[in-house]
């Protein structure tokens, strides 16, 4: 089994930075997961937003490209999302989620939601105008 549990959400202008943080555990948690962060806004679906492999390779959506680095300390088994110049769009609960990482061809790729098999409980992001 492996938990995740994210935390560093909450309220903030737009304009402004959080990181959210994903902590690892279970017997069967080990550095070669790929995992990632997911993103739900109210009535939308479930959309990627950024993943790294067991490598150090990162994938980004294209919206959050420039704005959001993933990072992971494996020493500490722990997930990071530094989100900067936050916009109201961006309000949505974040979701942590490990997987074996997937490839388009040699491409790291986030994927899609089928192809992680656990996940946190979400971490509320909210961000006001």
């Known amino acids: 089994q492996i938990q995740l549990l994210e935390s560093g959400g909450g309220s903030v202008q737009a304009g402004g930075s959080l990181r959210l943080s994903c902590q690892a555990s279970?017997?069967?948690?080990?550095?070669?997961?790929?995992m990632a962060w997911f993103r739900q806004a109210p009535g939308k679906a479930r959309e990627g937003v950024a993943a790294?492999?067991?490598?150090?390779?990162?994938s980004y959506a294209d919206s959050m490209k420039g704005r959001f680095t993933i990072s992971i300390d494996n020493a500490k088994n722990t997930l990071y999302l530094q989100k900067n110049s936050l916009k109201p769009e961006d309000t949505a609960m974040y979701y942590c989620?490990?997987?074996?990482?997937?490839?388009?061809?040699?491409?790291?790729?986030?994927?899609?939601?089928?192809?992680?098999?656990?996940w946190g409980q979400g971490n509320q992001v909210t961000v006001s105008a």
């Open positions: 989620a490990a997987g074996a990482g997937v490839y388009r061809g040699y491409r790291f790729d986030i994927g899609s939601e089928v192809d992680y098999g656990y």
């Open positions: 790294i492999d067991s490598d150090g390779s990162t």
């Open positions: 279970g017997n069967d948690y080990n550095s070669d997961y790929s």
